[in-house]
């Protein structure tokens, strides 16, 4: 069984649109992340949610908004995609202080 | 801090050998820091970590050093093997509040050949 799983996996989109990506987690864990990783393979924190709750927003554009439903799921909704977007998003989880479990990565690219 | 240059740092060695990956860490209130191996098109897998109330863990065929005067972290991998070829991450926990924020390096690819 899958622990972190996301979808879609791949999406290409023109720019202007806008595109979610959902991430789901089965591993009873309180809190979930999003990374951005570019193309120089650096990943950088953008959001995180601790049951529910908004924990972490680095300065990341309002054109994206994550939602939290419930403590096992965190979306990503992104308005407004700009060619800049383009990149691999990946969702994780964690226990307390513990380290984080990645899922597999959505690859965005925005044409 | 932000990845510089065009291509990442690479390391290459021989099947058998033994590997060190060097990581430098900015922040000195860091307690929590934890190795990394992302395969192409995979998500980062957890490899090892260690807490700042040590300085030397071993797991199998992995140690990690940590050396907070100079702010350092090394990975090392014993008689490496071709299925060890992949991105190496360092990430920290920054985070001043009681949740984390893992904070990533900028990666190093580790090549081993036959």
């Known amino acids: 069984d899958t622990a972190v799983s996301q979808t879609p996996k791949y999406l290409v989109t023109q720019m202007g649109n806008d595109k979610s990506i959902k991430c789901e987690q089965n591993?009873?864990?309180?809190?979930m992340y999003w990374y951005k990783q570019d193309s120089k393979k650096f990943l950088k924190i953008m959001f995180s949610?601790?049951?529910?709750?908004?924990?972490i927003n680095e300065t990341v554009p309002n054109r994206f908004s994550p939602k939290s439903p419930d403590k096992a799921h965190l979306n990503l909704h992104i308005n407004s995609l700009e060619l800049g977007d383009s990149a691999v998003y990946f969702c994780?989880?964690?226990?307390?202080?513990?380290?984080?479990?990645f899922g597999e990565g959505s690859r965005l690219t925005v044409l | 801090g932000e990845s510089v240059g065009l291509h990442l740092p690479t390391l290459s060695v021989q099947e058998g050998d033994n590997s060190i990956i060097n990581c430098a860490y900015s922040?000195?209130?860091?307690?929590?820091f934890i190795w990394y191996k992302q395969e192409s098109g995979k998500g980062p897998q957890f490899i090892i970590d260690?807490?700042?109330?040590?300085d030397k863990r071993q797991g199998q065929r992995v140690t990690v050093l940590l050396n907070k005067t100079v702010k350092h972290l090394s990975l090392q991998i014993a008689a490496t093997q071709p299925g060890d070829s992949a991105v190496y991450f360092c990430?920290?926990?920054?985070?001043?509040?009681?949740?984390?924020?893992?904070?990533f390096g900028t990666g190093t690819r580790l090549l081993v050949s036959p």
């Open positions: 591993l009873g864990h309180d809190t």
């Open positions: 949610y601790n049951n529910k709750e908004l924990i």
């Open positions: 990430a920290e926990n920054m985070a001043s509040t009681g949740f984390q924020k893992l904070v």
């Open positions: 994780a989880s964690s226990p307390p202080g513990g380290e984080l479990f």
């Open positions: 922040n000195s209130a860091s307690d929590y």
């Open positions: 260690i807490r700042s109330n040590m």
